[in-house]
């Protein structure tokens, strides 16, 4: 199976990172660091993932620090990036069908790392329902 899910983290969501690669296999994810928990600046991850992705669209992104905000924030910035962040399996279902995530961001201070497996799980096995959701998401680049 190809690499469909790029993943980076910050110090704060290294944990997570290497955890979710323990769980689900190295096979699943391109890992796009850090390589430690050493303290780094989560803006410097969210550019670098948002670039893969910008390379190959089929790509989807999972990124991880301690609260998720940070992260959220900053990909949000980009244009084409719809970053929703998730502490639970349902709002990745909404994050899908409603919002058309493109990036999933995870809480790695508050979110054990079966739920994020499941919060994963459901971000990749959803479709985007489009309709009135079509017409919102439009709206949202200004
Ligand atoms: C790092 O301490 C923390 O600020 C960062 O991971 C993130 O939660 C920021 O929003």
Not at 22 to 45: A, H, I, N, Q, R
Not at 57 to 83: H, V
Not at 121 to 139: A, P, Q, V
């Amino acid at each position: 199976m190809s690499k469909v899910l790029l993943i980076a983290s910050d110090h704060a969501g290294y944990e997570l990172k290497n955890s979710l690669i323990d769980l689900m296999g190295t096979e699943f994810f391109e890992d796009l660091g850090p390589d430690s928990d050493k303290s780094v600046d989560y803006p410097d991850y969210v550019k670098k993932l948002i670039n893969e992705m910008k390379i190959d669209s089929n790509k989807k992104g999972i990124l991880i620090c301690g609260s998720g905000l940070g992260m959220s924030i900053s990909a949000n910035r980009y244009e084409g990036i719809r970053a929703a962040l998730c502490s639970n399996s349902d709002m990745a279902i909404l994050a899908r069908k409603h919002n058309d995530a493109n990036i999933l961001v995870l809480p790695g201070r508050f979110i054990d790392v079966n739920t994020a497996k499941l919060c994963i799980d459901n971000f990749l096995n959803t479709n985007f329902e489009g309709g009135r959701h079509s017409r919102r998401i439009k709206k949202i680049d200004l």
